[in-house]
């Protein structure tokens, strides 16, 4: 508790409670750099046994972090531990990885590119449960960016609706809803979850919305999988099915280091029929 306490003061705003009973925890790490260039989040779930007798179960977020560098990460952090059996070792691991981060900002190591991909790989990742729908394949930012007149530049910003979070071994999903007829609003609802420094730390923001256009009797539609393999189409599809229209839902999913395979669609989907059906 001492410990927590302390890295909450030392961290401040990076740092993010994402359950209290379960002890999980989350930290944004950059590099110092006044426009950061290199983020991680690191996740921890604290079992009973820690400090004295277990380690922290940790997860690694950085949509950059692959391979030969996460292992290289991963071995330091463990190392850390073995050095430092029985004691706390948060703040050292947040220190090593930051110092990480700096090399990699002072180093030529080009800038990372920022397309996340999902912890979970299936075999079989159940495409047919996406029917005949496809996923639009319009560049998301320029859907986003979509001409909006000056008088909708103004447009207030749509209330935002917050669903009950499911979680299942260790995983915590939970559904966001706002009404929205234009683009442009999708963006500022976007913008707006974002400010909330626990959805931001999510391992994936899954997204999809359709906007009824009456001028052209046609859907304005796109969804966004955030790394999370089709779950976007899967979540626009449902909003087919209900036959919703004018909103945006958003499923934040919070890793918890235990993979739930195709269950993690059926947990995306009830949270996000149970936000639409409210």
Same mark, same amino acid.
């Given at each position: 508790i001492d410990e927590i306490e302390a890295l909450s003061s030392i961290y401040g705003e990076d740092w993010c409670v994402v359950d209290e009973d379960e002890k999980i925890y989350c930290i944004k790490i950059? !590099?110092?750099? !006044?426009?950061?260039?290199w983020t991680l989040c690191l996740q921890v779930i604290l079992p009973p046994g @820690?400090?004295?007798?277990?380690?922290? =179960?940790y997860q690694l977020n950085a949509p950059w972090l692959r391979g030969q560098d996460y292992t290289e990460l991963a071995n330091s952090l463990e190392e850390i531990y073995v050095q430092n059996l029985?004691?706390?070792?948060? @703040?050292?691991?947040?220190? &090593? #990885?930051r110092e990480v981060l700096i090399e990699k900002a002072q180093s030529s190591d080009p800038e990372p590119n920022i397309k996340k991909t999902s912890e979970e790989v299936d075999e079989d990742d159940g495409d047919d449960f996406l029917l005949d729908y496809q996923p639009i394949q319009? !560049? &998301?930012?320029?859907?986003?960016? @979509?001409?909006t007149s000056e008088s909708q530049e103004d447009e207030e910003l749509p209330p935002i609706h917050h669903g009950n979070p499911i979680t299942d071994r260790r995983s915590t999903f939970q559904a966001h809803l706002a009404p929205v007829v234009t683009p442009r609003q999708v963006k500022r609802v976007l913008e707006k979850l974002y400010e909330n &420094? &626990? =959805?931001?730390?999510?391992?994936?923001? #899954?997204?999809?919305?359709?906007? @009824?256009c009456e001028d052209k009797q046609t859907f304005l539609q796109d969804c966004?999988? !955030?790394g999370e393999t089709a779950a976007g189409g899967r979540l626009l599809h449902l909003m087919q099915i209900l036959n919703v229209h004018n909103v945006l839902v958003v499923v934040s999913r919070w890793y918890g280091g235990i993979l739930l395979g195709p269950d993690r669609f059926k947990h995306i989907n009830n949270c996000a029929r149970n936000i639409l059906v409210e």
């Open positions: 950059s !590099d110092c750099l !006044d426009q950061p260039k @820690y400090p004295t007798a277990e380690p922290p =179960i029985g004691e706390s070792i948060l @703040y050292l691991w947040v220190e &090593k #990885i319009e !560049d &998301k930012i320029k859907m986003l960016n @979509y001409m &420094k &626990k =959805i931001a730390s999510a391992t994936h923001n #899954i997204y999809a919305y359709r906007i @009824y966004e999988d !955030d």
